[in-house]
């Protein structure tokens, strides 16, 4: 209570309601909504209101989006190519934005997410 809502938080707990087959308390379209709002102009999503994308949230948001049945809310092709604007693709790997150094986290939460939306490879 009082705190800020975040989306790894979400995930934890809509996979623990999942797991436990207690989806049904949670309001589907409420939430849904809420990790909508994480979607940014560029495709990105972020983890809270008024931050940047992140690709590491291409997971955390999207597997909460699947889990509850409204991944169809969001614009997939739009979020798969901000996964691959974030790729360094000289050296290998994907970072958190466009431009920024890569490394293993954000290269794995990005294969993740690329993954959820069934890209090819």
């Given at each position: 209570?009082?705190?800020?809502?975040?989306?790894?938080?979400?995930f934890c707990?809509?996979?623990?309601?999942?797991?436990?087959?207690?989806?049904?308390h949670v309001d589907r379209d409420l939430l849904g909504w809420w990790l909508c709002e994480r979607e940014v102009k560029t495709g990105?999503?972020?983890?809270?209101?008024e931050k940047l994308a992140d690709v590491c949230y291409s997971w955390w948001v999207l597997s909460s989006?699947?889990?509850?049945?409204?991944?169809?809310?969001?614009?997939?092709?739009?979020l798969k190519n901000f996964i691959?604007?974030?790729?360094?693709?000289?050296?290998g790997?994907?970072?958190?934005?466009?431009?920024?150094a890569?490394?293993?986290?954000h290269t794995y939460f990005g294969i993740a997410g690329l993954s959820l939306l069934e890209y090819p490879g």
């Open positions: 209570p009082g705190g800020e809502s975040h989306a790894g938080q979400i707990c809509v996979g623990a309601l999942a797991i436990t087959g207690a989806l049904s990105g999503l972020n983890g809270r209101p989006l699947i889990m509850i049945d409204r991944v169809h809310w969001i614009d997939k092709e739009k691959l604007d974030c790729q360094d693709k000289e050296n790997g994907i970072s958190d934005r466009p431009d920024d890569v490394d293993v986290f």
